[in-house]
């Protein structure tokens, strides 16, 4: 569950595009629908973007340039980042904090837990650029209208 939060352009109004099986999805625009690219421009380059509405993962997200696209290369593509993501169900921000400070004292009464949970070899401090993915959209579309 995700859902971005933009001007709308046209109408000067907050547009909220998100995933349709939302209690209220009336009030917002479907997300695999709508272009996000279609609602930036020079006057309108911050969105918000949430992730996982239990854990509730807001980002703050500007736009610093755009590019022409080059012929072959396939998009998006992440440019940069930091940090291995956490895993599903941390408990949001306070629970990923909680995570890394019981991950740097061995001695703590919560250290095997959480290292089984991560498993061994997660490292937080860890991020590659090019091993990042993203969601393949054909593939959820027909997860949706199979009903998964």
Not at 95 to 105: N, Q, S
Not at 115 to 123: A, I, L
């Amino acid at each position: 569950m995700h859902e971005f939060k933009i001007r709308n352009p046209d109408t000067e109004k907050e547009t909220e595009i998100s995933y349709p099986d939302m209690d209220g999805a009336e009030h917002f625009l479907i997300s695999w629908e709508e272009r996000t690219a279609d609602y930036f421009d020079s006057q309108n380059k911050e969105v918000t973007y949430i992730y996982d509405f239990g854990d509730y993962w807001q980002h703050e997200i500007e736009l610093e340039e755009v590019n022409p696209a080059q012929e072959g290369k396939e998009y998006p593509v992440c440019l940069d980042g930091a940090r291995a993501c956490p895993r599903e169900d941390f408990g949001g921000i306070g629970g990923y904090e909680r995570l890394l400070a019981v991950l740097t004292d061995p001695e703590h009464d919560d250290y095997e837990d959480m290292k089984s949970w991560v498993g061994s070899n997660y490292d937080p401090d860890y991020f590659k650029v090019e091993e990042v993915e993203f969601d393949d959209q054909e593939r959820r579309l027909s997860r949706l209208k199979l009903g998964w």
